[in-house]
Nanobody, 110 residues
Framework: QVQLAESGGGSVQAGGSLRLSCAASGSMFEGWYRQAPGKQRELVAGIHGGGGTQYAGSVRGRFTISRDRNTMYLHMTDLKVEDTGIYYC??????????WGQGTQVTVSS
């Protein structure tokens, strides 16, 4: 089974930026998910086969999802404390979810 590998997280101050990376899985419909402390995992951004994208309202205008042949990215700007969490990549269709990776921790301080 394909192992997902997220990277690029870190600790930044509010207003800072980070770029997360995820090794490509071969699926055309992928997304970045976030699990904040004490909260359920949520979809924050997705990219479709035709290149279309979708974003959660809380990150729209600040986050940009993209990909090349081998890697999917999440470019995060103007980070807020509420963006803190563990970020994962996986299929957009929950019926096609692969085993979750360890994720990459993003911590935003005020």
């Amino acid at each position: 089974q394909v192992q997902l590998a997220e990277s690029g997280g870190g600790s930044v101050q509010a207003g800072g930026s980070l770029r997360l990376s995820c090794a490509a899985s071969g699926s055309m419909f992928e997304g970045w998910y976030r699990q904040a402390p004490g909260k359920q995992r949520e979809l924050v951004a997705g990219i479709h086969g035709g290149g279309g994208t979708q974003y959660a309202g809380s990150v729209r205008g600040r986050f940009t999802i993209s990909r090349d042949r081998n890697t999917m990215y999440l470019h995060m700007t103007d980070l807020k404390v509420e963006d803190t969490g563990i970020y994962y990549c996986n299929n957009l269709d929950f019926r096609k979810w692969r085993s979750w990776g360890q994720g990459t921790q993003v911590t935003v301080s005020s």
